[in-house]
């Protein structure tokens, strides 16, 4: 982070020249901006000690993700402390849960609710251990990097991240012996649990029990198990495995040892989210071992689809088959097809591959490992007898899921459009949009221009319905009605922050769950132009990225709001306005999240200047604005985290 102002020469330079009342959208822009980095750490020193423990014990994935867009909120134009403070806490929960530390007890019993947990010292190397094999699968796991990836995007140069992003992903490419998670050979990931300590063969019988009839809590004395599936399964080894197994100590041995031979002894599609932690090793270096070993995986996975009908198989045996430990079924893995969650977790891992894989080669092609699972599901969709449209998400022995009525396990519903729009957002293509429209128009429950949230504020996919109206030409004011929602959320959670009286006694007895009141979705999709990152381990996603040049650091200057108006597959639509009344701001335009995109022109009302680069400045005097219609090309540029006046590379200091 820079705080001198620097010239880039050659850069293209244009200025923002109309003076007029500034629009709503960009005085709520900033309104909400100002409003979270001024709660952000009143939370710190509210819910933490000094240090930047938490009073609170929980999961490990679940500390990191209490501050886990702050480095975000940076990047787009929050305050330097958010960065400070981002680093503290994910500092402070590594050393919490690292094996080598005491900093508080080891499997200390506490609750959360009414069930009984222990907390484990469940880092080894600084990353997921196997202390506690429920958090080193890629759903955990990838929730608890977010926060450790936008370092990156808010400051590359910080030595010790660097380092540990190439050690990191050095765990699953090979180079640690300590970690042999990686099968060159079969192009496979060992267990479907895997970690610092390599992957994870041998599970206990609570591990069996809680993966194969999942329900509540084991440590709850209400807990009820499910029929096998819930979570992962033994079919066709076992085709139906009667309640009580483990009550019967030769019969739990039995089912434990096939659990490990089928279920863990394999490779599963959920594995794909490791990709965006080799992802993050190469944006911060460029080496192009990292971009080699994504795409080989990609390739593997790719493959496997296209041999299986264009539907990503959820398992694959020791010798990179499908199938191979299940007599040829493609379905039943952990959290894969057969599972009480189906699509949902599964749909995750695979949109971080795709993501990745286009981004370390430009190639769009990779764009098929999503699509077609999309495809699948609406080639087997239905509709009710009003037209609506849904599609199953759970495969079975006898096809198709289509029981709707099962409490546990996912019944046909609408399809999300989560998957879909990132799709669109990389492709920018017609059979893309037609995807999307097709699911607009057999939506015969949903107002698509209304802005609504979903109950997990990390994992909201809803607010991506009005936001493709938008660009749609549908639902014009959606960058106001957006921001205003979540403004009124951001405030919501600082008044319940501000009025919280409890003392740090009584913070620890109620355990619980530390409330975030960073909230950047919109901001996102409003100021990127893109849907908001994959929560489960996806990287940052964005049309256009802003920096201050005056203070060479990420993020758009204070008093400017920015806004994406328009999106198409070669051209992007950009209003810029300085709120300020009396200072100038300057600020550097990059293409693409990580300068993977290059402009070609920039026309704004009164000319037009070829641009050909990945950069072009703009200077907005007082009380100004501009429109920039900026010609593009989509992925022909090597990602990095380089901000754009680090020249020769990002100066990483002892690199």
Known sequence: MGTKKRTIPGMVRIEGSEVSAPPAWALLQRKLITLMEKAAPVMSRKYADRAGTWYW????????????????????????????????????????????????ANSLEYFHG?????????????????????????HHMGEGNMAFYDFGVADPTIYENARRAQRFAGMYIGEDAEAPNWDPVHKIIRSPINSSQG????????????????????????????????????????????????D??????????LFNDIVLNADLAANLSATGLVTNAYLYTGDEKYKKWVLDYVDAWLDRSRKNGG???????????????RNGVWYGGLYGWNSSYGYTRLFHSVMVATECAVLLSGDLGYTELMRSQIKVLLDNSFTREDGH???????????????????????PRPLRVYEPAHVYHMSMSKEDYDIIVRLREGDKERDWNEVTFHGDRR???ETEYSRFQYYDGKNPDWPYKALAAQYGQAVTAYERLTSDDRSVDQLIKDNEEPPNPVYTKVLTQTMLGAPHSV?????????????????????????????????????????????????????????????????????????????????????????????????????????????????????????
């Open 199 to 246: 992957p994870h063969h041998r599970a206990t019988l609570n591990e069996a029990m809680d993966y194969l009839h999942g329900g509540v809590s084991l440590n709850n004395p209400d807990w009820k198990p499910r029929r096998m599936g819930s979570r992962s399964s033994l079919y066709p080894i076992v085709e139906d495995l009667q309640f009580g197994w483990w």
């Open 389 to 411: 449209l849904l599609v199953p998400v759970r495969y079975t022995p006898d096809g198709w899921a289509g029981d709707m009525d099962d409490p546990v396990m996912l019944g």
């Open 311 to 325: 539907i990503i198989p959820d398992n694959v045996g020791p010798t990179g088959k499908v199938g191979e430990n």
């Open 459 to 461: 994992a909201d996919w």
């Open 535 to 655: 929560y489960h381990g996806g990287l940052l996603r964005a049309t256009v990225r802003y920096y201050d040049k005056d203070l060479c650091r990420p993020g758009v200057p204070q008093d400017v709001g920015a806004l994406v108006d328009k999106l198409t597959s070669d051209s992007v639509g950009i209003q810029l306005v300085n709120l300020n009344r009396n200072q100038t701001r300057n600020l550097i335009v990059q293409a693409g999240a990580f300068g993977e995109h290059e402009f070609t022109t920039v026309r704004t009302d009164s000319e037009t200047q070829p641009v050909n680069s990945k950069y072009f400045e703009v200077t907005l005097p007082p009380s100004s604005s501009i429109h920039i219609d900026a010609g593009l090309n989509r992925y022909v540029n090597s990602p990095s985290y380089a901000f754009p006046w680090h020249d020769d590379g990002i100066p990483i200091p002892f690199n």
């Open 57 to 104: 014990s929980d999961d490990m994935d679940d500390y990191y993700e209490r501050s886990y867009n702050w480095c975000l909120l940076y990047a787009l134009g929050g305050d330097n402390t958010l960065v400070d403070l981002a680093l503290k806490h994910w500092n402070a929960t590594t050393r919490l849960f690292d094996d080598r530390d005491g900093n508080r």
């Open 248 to 257: 019967d100590s030769e019969k739990a041995a039995e089912v434990v040892g």
């Open 114 to 138: 009414t069930t009984a947990k222990t907390l484990r010292h469940s880092i080894h190397n600084e990353y997921f251990s196997l202390a506690h094999p429920g958090d080193a699968e890629w």
